[in-house]
């Protein structure tokens, strides 16, 4: 396939071109192993396609993707970056990693429990060990210099893909966001249990989504603490609730109305959108493509809402929380990656118990045999894949210690909220949206069976967001709401949030190059709880909340994985 970033040429084998409505773009769909779609397409009867990844940019297509200490380079830093400047972890010793093997069994298993639970004397624990970290040399892989840096490495340019050294490994925004989170602190965790000399410490989760922990522990927030780091928002100190929706305007929600919010946005990313791997997860990033395909659910939110309430808003970068390359260097880091780790398992049980057939992970090999690079706890170098990561009890360790509170926070409509759309103006894609925009999008299938909707994830994308990738980006999207103004910001009108930290890509003119990516929302229950399921068009309202964005187009597609 000869590809250009964001367009495709066909292989020579069976296709379809489509005219996408309400986008001026046409689109190539070809058969392929990926997960297929029904085109939502006014008159046209439906087709099987296949949903395409982002476009290729090497000359090696396909596949796994891997990365070397042999490509690591000096990152792409936002203007007015913090230092230190660079981010690859020293040299290995040996000429090669070696390959991940699991744990013995025989092995404690660690328990890992909220930061509201486990209590002072435990609490005391993680901060010796982010002190004795701190204490380590530089150089010193294992250091909390080069920890901090492994998320900057991996999330600025700085690895390049094997195979294709012209392309970044970007972990954001793809399928590799939970994987890759999940090995770093798997290492992160075994380091620390190694320099305290305790083989069952276990890393204390950040329990934001629950209300006992919705609020920045205050062990953190001690300035005598290693675990405190002055480049946080001040505002945000405990007992400040925190605001899984935060963009840069703080609420003046009551602490009642402020859990309810964060509850019902977790419902939201955890159940209502993420009925199948690619909307959880994120997109498919295959070597040889382009970086940020597509994030997933959680990382839009809460994952990046919670970064940027604990950055500094007050910077450009908003660090140390709120931009990829310097938020490893803040202590709390750590545990709120716990609770994303957490949510993991936590989204593959709510389906198990539920019922719900798309809460399962991927089964691609391109997935599963991808892999990444660590320090362990002897300083040796492990190349660790993705199949290695599945497991928690096989990685020893597991999570306890909360419920899961948001599974019945499903969010109510809004009363008497206009559907007229007799005064729709004609929207011309791609367009800037640095206003609200409203669009009417054609459905191809209403009034579908029960077996139709669980065979087929109505999915609304979003594709070829463009943005500055010096700036904090947020849109909110609302379905059947053009009086988006009357919605609470928990509203079930409310269908998702995009929001993008900053990101450190720099062309060196001093401009920001453009980051391009993709967005889905799914339908299947929303449509449902709008009792919209019947009509043959739905309204799609664009609000800009922060930063500007550019978009290509809007669809409509019909999912099963």
Aim: charged letters at 20%.
């Amino acid at each position: 396939m000869a590809c250009s970033r964001g367009a495709c040429a066909p292989l020579a084998v069976a296709a379809c071109v489509f005219l996408v409505l309400c986008a001026v773009a046409t689109v190539v769909y070809t058969s392929s192993s990926l997960s297929t779609a029904l085109l939502a397409v006014s008159g046209l009867r439906p087709y099987i396609a296949s949903l395409t990844t982002n476009g290729s940019g090497g000359t090696n297509v396909g596949g796994s993707l891997h990365t070397s200490l042999h490509t690591c380079r000096k990152p792409k830093l936002p203007p007015n970056p913090l230092p230190p400047f660079y981010c690859c972890p020293p040299a290995s010793s040996s000429s090669e990693p070696i390959n991940f093997t699991l744990p013995d069994p025989v092995e404690p298993l660690r328990v890992r429990r909220p930061v509201h639970g486990v209590g002072a004397e435990y609490m005391a624990k993680y901060e010796r060990a982010i002190a004795l970290m701190k204490a380590l040399p530089h150089t010193d892989p294992r250091s909390f210099y080069q920890m901090a840096n492994i998320h900057c490495a991996y999330c600025t340019g700085s690895y390049r893909q094997t195979g294709n050294p012209e392309l970044d490994m970007q972990i954001h925004f793809s399928w590799f966001f939970f994987p890759f989170h999940r090995a770093y602190l798997y290492f992160f965790e075994r380091i620390a249990a190694k320099l305290l000399g305790e083989p069952d410490f276990a890393l204390p989760f950040w329990s934001w989504d629950v209300p006992e922990g919705m609020r920045m522990p205050p062990e953190f927030a001690n300035s005598s603490s290693p675990l405190y780091d002055p480049v946080r928002n001040p505002r945000h100190a405990p007992p400040r609730l925190v605001d899984l929706g935060f963009v840069g305007v703080e609420s003046n929600r009551t602490d009642e109305q402020q859990i309810q919010h964060n509850l019902r946005t977790m419902y939201k990313q955890m159940i209502g959108n993420a009925a199948l791997p690619s909307l959880f997860h994120g997109q498919p990033f295959r070597a040889g493509q382009f970086d940020k395909p597509g994030p997933g659910t959680v990382e839009l939110s809460p994952h990046n809402t919670v970064h940027t309430w604990t950055g500094d808003i007050a910077l450009t970068n908003v660090e140390n929380m709120g931009t990829y390359y310097s938020a490893g260097r803040d202590p709390l880091f750590y545990p709120h990656h716990s609770n994303i780790d957490r949510l993991w398992e936590a989204w593959r049980q709510v389906g198990a118990a539920h019922g719900y057939r798309g809460h399962v992970d991927f089964v691609d090999p391109d997935w599963l045999d991808s892999s990444f690079l660590f320090y362990d706890e002897e300083s040796r170098l492990v190349r660790i894949t993705v199949r290695d990561v599945l497991d928690t009890e096989k990685l020893r360790y597991k999570f306890d210690g909360v419920g899961m509170p948001w599974v019945d926070a499903r969010p109510p409509t809004t009363p008497n909220v206009s559907k007229n759309k007799a005064l729709l103006k004609s929207v011309r894609f791609p367009l800037s949206l640095h206003k609200v925009v409203t669009v009417e999008v054609r459905r191809l299938q209403v009034l579908r069976s029960t077996e139709e909707k669980e065979a087929r994830e109505e999915v609304l994308v979003i594709e070829g967001i463009e943005t500055d990738g010096t700036q904090m980006v947020k849109f909110d999207v609302y379905v059947n709401a053009m009086e988006h103004k009357k919605v609470e910001p928990s509203g079930r009108e409310l269908a998702g949030s995009y929001m993008c930290l900053s990101h450190p890509r720099i062309d060196g003119t001093g401009k920001g190059m453009i980051v391009e990516t993709s967005m889905r929302v799914a339908l299947n229950e929303l449509l449902e709880d709008l009792d919209a399921d019947g009509d043959e068009t739905v309204t799609v309202t664009l609000v800009p909340r922060h930063g500007r964005a550019k978009i290509r187009s809007l669809r409509i597609v019909y999912m099963v994985e």
